[in-house]
């Protein structure tokens, strides 16, 4: 099992490019399966969910090249399988888009229950709620859900909470639905966009994307043949953003849409940051000498604070003097890696869903563990600052959605080494 090697102290300067969304990436690959033709997407991180999900569509039967320069080519006319009988589907998330897909292109789908970082009761009912309003009979037997339909029919689906898995994976499916589905209460996540974009670039007719209301049109056949760029990811952008505010350094992030930062821009520039806007670039910088202040933050779903940056927050308000708060209201059970925290000197209490910090003049080196993808990118970024050496294990869930993680720091200045323990 790999491990990460932190030595603190360094102050991080310098400008880093932002790789594609794997939250996008994940849902468009899924939603390739069920175009007419082959299509070619560009922006593809080099992450291990995405290469998980590629491995089981190409085990469905698609043809798959990827080239040097993170363009991926889709052919999905061979697939021949809407059963994804796969192991790896246990292993992340994401794989849940594939029941969209192939229940839009079969009227069938079976695939093993997915998995993902486990920080909370995440449900699929909203997803089941869709696809039987399309028409489809659903069940889920000895760890399998299982989808059929003889015809799937249009249809007004109000989701009774905001959930992007079930908005994707909904959206996907009515596709190709015979008339006109409208998702209610759907969220509003830019990858939600993304992926209807990616769609309607292919032959689809969605409307809406990025409101709390789609409206996606049927259509039988979806010729495909184009290409499609994939948004940058907002999580990696905020992760380095927030990496030069602990490190209290100098960074420029490239390659993002500064739209989507906002709710982080907005309360770090609220807590003494200099930000400074581009056309795809946002620089964050502490001038010397100076501090930061004190702050509440409250996760939400999007366009509030984003619960994927939480964890990454949490440490920055460790490193900021005076107490602060963190109210999580996405996720039931997303504090786990506080007590990695604790063991690195951080004064934090949590009382249900909130979270009270008490910042600390240094935070120590430590042996912690990565409990979950955002979680264990905080925890390198509490070793950026702490006195000693930090060691992170477990940080395969890291390398499942952060490209090049090691070199990108390094090229900011950081002491970061993998170990192969």
Not at 18 to 29: D, M, R, T, V, W
Not at 56 to 76: T, V
Not at 294 to 320: E, R
Not at 331 to 347: C, P, T
Request: with cysteine; aromatic share 4%.
């Amino acid at each position: 099992m790999a491990s990460y090697l932190v030595r603190g102290g360094l102050r991080l300067t310098g400008d880093v490019t932002i790789s594609g969304s794997k939250n996008a990436a994940l849902g468009i690959i899924a939603a390739a399966t069920i175009l007419d033709g082959p299509c070619k997407i560009e922006n593809i991180p080099d992450v291990a969910d995405i290469n998980v999900l590629l491995e089981i569509i190409k085990s469905l039967g698609a043809e798959i090249r990827r080239d040097s320069e993170g363009s991926l080519y889709i052919d999905p006319m061979p697939i021949d399988s809407w059963s994804a009988d796969n192991e790896r589907v246990r292993s992340i998330r994401g794989s849940y888009y594939l029941l969209g897909a192939m229940l839009g292109r079969f009227q069938n789908a079976s695939i093993l229950m997915p998995g993902g970082c486990n920080f909370g009761t995440r449900p699929i009912d909203q997803h089941m709620k869709g696809f039987e309003a399309l028409g489809a009979h659903v069940s889920i037997e000895h760890g399998r859900i299982s989808l059929h339909a003889e015809k799937l029919k249009g249809e007004n689906i109000f989701l009774d909470v905001v959930s992007v898995g079930a908005t994707i994976n909904i959206m996907i499916a009515a596709t190709k639905a015979e008339g006109i589905t409208v998702i209610e209460n759907a969220a509003k996540e830019p990858h939600i966009v993304d992926v209807a974009n990616f769609l309607n670039t292919m032959g689809a007719n969605i409307r809406g994307a990025g409101t709390d209301v789609i409206r996606i049109t049927g259509t039988p056949v979806l010729p495909a043949g184009g290409s499609y760029a994939v948004i940058p990811d907002q999580i990696e952008a905020g992760t380095y953003m927030l990496a030069a505010a602990i490190t209290r350094g100098d960074i420029t992030v490239h390659g993002l849409i500064p739209k989507h930062m906002e709710p982080l821009s907005a309360k770090l520039e609220e807590m003494g940051a200099s930000i400074e806007l581009g056309d795809d670039s946002i620089r964050v910088s502490i001038e010397a000498g100076s501090d930061l202040t004190a702050a509440s933050f409250k996760t939400m779903p999007y366009p509030g604070f984003p619960t994927d940056l939480q964890p990454q927050t949490t440490v920055l308000l460790c490193t900021v003097l005076g107490t602060s708060r963190m109210f999580e209201n996405v996720w039931d059970n997303r504090f786990q890696y506080i007590d990695e925290l604790k063991m690195m000197g951080a004064q934090i209490m949590t009382s249900g869903q909130m979270a009270i910090i008490d910042g600390v003049p240094e935070l120590s080196g430590a042996v912690v563990t990565a409990r979950d993808l955002r979680a264990g990118a905080a925890m390198v970024l509490a070793g950026l600052v702490a006195e000693g050496t930090t060691e992170i294990t477990d940080i395969a869930k890291i390398e499942r959605g952060y490209e090049n993680f090691t070199a990108k720091m390094r090229a900011l200045g950081a002491d970061i080494t993998r170990i192969e323990n």
